[in-house]
């Protein structure tokens, strides 16, 4: 009999949105009438851009055609769009950011996981708490943890908690890490962290020879003008970190998977040897072997995204969704729950009234209010306590949640 990964035995039993969703299928069953609303997974709900429609639909026409036809692409990303996201959204913001330096893919999800393709098993690691799951689950698989203890903290991990006492910005270690998961706008929290505490985790990484992994998936919802948008804002950051950034919250990409990975070409990691390796030339050759890219189609939608109408059109899905964020926030307060984030990212961050547990909130939240979102200690154990709305959802379905709530905990 052929063997498996063991290390998918260490996974506590279920992953986060899985067993959310079994909980909500199960009440759903029991109450077919419940008007349920979804504030739970950070899935959007309005139309892709029109221009990225457009040229979507132009680039079909294009497969039609024998001179136009496309087939295999580069596995790194055609040229086209590679050049456009540079020049918007790095050298834009003073980043020496090249396009040859940026990977195009099907998932800020899955290139945060598959990074670990290029990188040691012996590496220590580090994450926040709470913290994006697929962080943690995906060294887990790896093999580069112990078991899970009895609150859900893997053996192995350093673990850096996060709170409303520290603005939900991890501490930098006084020990060396080799690699650390910095996510800013922060999910779940909805963080962000200054140009000065990012400027400090790139000391640190520079001065140890660490690796920052940064995900920056939703940079876009940043209306602060004083907080980075990239960690290449930040003076040395090329020779330390790797930026995750996807097309799915900004342009509404969920279902249309577009995303990219910048491995700046000075970033080195160390052989057995001891001898340096960059990083880039790595992670080029994982990608050639493992992946054959992301669709011509979806890559000219993407595209479309750097133009005057995309650039336009995205602005203003952004607005509607942080518009969302501002009325579950400004709703959630009034009626005497205490909660963060909502204004540079689309999660507002809650903490459980009455000293409910988070799966406690949840579930009432599910059984007496019909509205659904997300435990805070699905996320980590530091996230006990607290709750995750998602302004990911239409006008109506937002207003007519926080007036269930709001009537529900007022008072």
Not at 12 to 32: D, M, Q
Not at 253 to 259: D, E, I, L, Q
């Amino acid at each position: 009999m052929a063997t498996i990964n063991d290390n998918y035995l260490k996974l506590k039993a279920g992953y986060l949105f899985p067993e959310i969703a079994r909980r909500v299928s199960a009440f759903a069953e029991a109450n077919p009438a419940a008007p349920i609303i979804k504030l739970g997974i950070g899935d959007v709900t309005e139309p892709l851009p029109e221009a990225c429609r457009t040229a979507m639909i132009q680039a079909v026409e294009d497969m039609g055609d024998r001179d136009r036809f496309k087939g295999y692409g580069p596995e790194q990303g055609y040229g086209w769009l590679r050049e456009k996201i540079a020049q918007h959204d790095f050298q834009s913001r003073g980043c020496d950011i090249d396009a040859s330096e940026i990977f195009i893919s099907d998932g800020s999800k899955c290139d945060c996981g598959n990074i670990l393709d290029i990188l040691g098993s012996d590496n220590s690691i580090a994450v926040t708490d709470p913290v994006y799951p697929v962080y943690v689950d995906t060294n887990v698989m790896a093999g580069h943890t112990g078991p899970a203890s009895e609150n859900g903290e893997y053996e192995g991990l350093t673990y850096l908690p996060i709170s409303a006492e520290n603005a939900f910005t991890a501490s930098i270690p006084n020990e060396k890490v080799d690699l650390i998961y910095l996510c800013f706008p922060n999910n779940p929290t909805g963080a962000v962290a200054s140009k000065e505490h990012l400027q400090a985790w790139v000391n640190y990484a520079r001065a140890y020879g660490s690796i920052l992994l940064f995900d920056a998936a939703y940079e876009a919802f940043i209306t602060d003008p004083t907080i980075p948008h990239s960690i290449y804002e930040i003076e040395g950051a090329r020779d330390c970190a790797i930026e995750f950034r996807s097309f799915s919250k900004n342009a509404g990409f969920t279902g249309t998977r577009c995303a990219l990975t910048v491995v700046p070409k000075t970033l080195m990691g160390k052989a057995a040897d001891g001898s340096e390796v960059a990083l880039h030339g790595l992670w080029n050759r994982r990608q050639s072997t493992k992946f054959n890219g992301v669709s011509y189609i979806v890559q000219r939608g993407a595209e479309a995204v750097y133009s005057p109408e995309g650039q336009a059109q995205t602005k203003a899905l952004i607005d509607f969704y942080m518009e969302n964020a501002r009325i579950i926030r400004e709703q959630l307060t009034a009626a005497g729950i205490a909660v963060y984030g909502g204004v540079n990212a689309p999660y507002v961050w809650v903490k459980t009234p009455n000293d409910l547990t988070s799966w406690d909130f949840f579930d009432k939240l599910l059984h007496s209010c019909n509205v659904v979102g997300t435990p805070g200690s699905g996320f980590g154990a530091a996230g006990e306590g607290y709750f995750r709305i998602s302004a990911f959802n239409s006008r109506d379905n937002v207003n007519e949640a926080m007036r269930r709530i709001t009537e529900k905990f007022r008072g």
